[in-house]
């Protein structure tokens, strides 16, 4: 059949007037996210594909360093057509810094907490420790004397190590690197005693005696770490480090479109597939709705804010 292109025009309207009914924009919807490779990246892409069948609106996922993704976001029109897929750092940045261009709360509308990633307390495997209770009781034994590896801070591996020291109330000195891959490398050298540390990122130093994993920081037992018990379970309660990931849109962003944009993700991660892929990837799907997101944020804002306040950090 021939189209003519006036008739392809009245189609071009017609399956944008339809977007629009769904509530979503007629043009491409971008994920702006981190480099390539990373899990941010992986969510993304995962959840771009698995969208655009459902929406029926090709996804894109852009990739950014930094806080890109989330400077690119906020500045967007509130249509719905540009999201951003970031960890907590989207939140936790203005704790820390003093040149984060947005508010986190008030510049966002938060889609839904898509993912965790429970990370993993471990120490060199020279160290005489082998559970949490044992570690706490050689850190008050030589106060000042250990030492933790982190990466850049406000990161899981200098936020969790602090919230450690306050809660066992022991004396372990930071040891910062420019990420979490020298950090571990310092660690396997034996320059530092302990990390916090995403699970994929010990399992095979873990199986050659590197390093001993004495706990997963997750408030329970996870399935990418099973058998190993709660680091809150071996004398410190309440102890949790979470890697949470999850979607933004501009604030102002109509309730429907983010409801549907909501709708969309949660579809995708909810499936069985998907979520085999993501344990593959060192994560577990959460799947929020955006009214569970924004009292998630409220909370870590609250809860590590207190931490930064009472141990000084800057």
Not at 4 to 21: I, N, P, Q, W
Not at 99 to 125: E, W
Not at 214 to 243: D, Y
Request: hydrophobic share 45%; charged share 15%.
């Amino acid at each position: 059949m021939r189209i003519t292109a006036g008739l392809f025009s009245c189609l071009t309207l017609l399956a944008a007037a339809c977007a629009h009914g769904q509530n979503l924009p007629g043009k491409p919807i971008r994920i702006q996210t981190s480099e390539p490779g990373s899990t941010s990246d992986f969510l993304a892409r995962l959840l771009a594909q698995g969208m655009t069948a459902d929406l029926g609106l090709q996804v894109i996922v852009e990739n950014r360093g930094g806080l890109m993704a989330a400077d690119a976001t906020f500045r967007a029109a509130p249509d719905g057509a540009t999201l951003a897929l970031n960890g907590s750092s989207l939140w936790t940045a203005v704790l820390v810094r003093n040149d984060v261009p947005y508010d986190p709360v008030k510049d966002f509308a938060p889609i839904t907490l898509a993912a965790d990633a429970p990370n993993v307390l471990v120490v060199s495997g020279a160290l005489p420790v082998r559970s949490v209770t044992e570690l706490i009781a050689l850190a008050k034994s030589k106060p000042g004397m250990l030492n933790y590896g982190s990466g850049s801070t406000g990161a899981p591996s200098h936020f969790g190590m602090e919230l450690f020291k306050s809660m066992a109330g022991v004396d372990v000195v930071r040891i910062p690197y420019k990420g979490t891959g020298p950090a571990l490398t310092a660690l396997l050298a034996g320059q530092v005693q302990m990390m916090i540390l995403a699970p994929t990122a010990v399992f095979g130093h873990m199986k050659s005696g590197k390093l001993t994993a004495l706990g997963v920081t997750s408030s329970k037992p996870s399935a990418l770490t099973p058998g190993l018990p709660t680091v809150a379970s071996q004398g410190l309660p309440e102890f949790e480090v979470a890697g949470p990931f999850g979607l933004f849109a501009p604030a102002k962003t109509p309730p429907a479109i983010v409801k549907r944009l909501n709708q969309a993700m949660v579809q995708v991660l909810v499936r069985p597939d998907a979520r085999e892929q993501m344990l593959k990837a060192g994560v577990e799907s959460v799947a929020s709705s955006p009214e569970e997101f924004v009292a998630y944020i409220a909370a870590d804002l609250a809860k590590w804010g207190q931490l930064v306040k009472a141990a000084g950090i800057k």
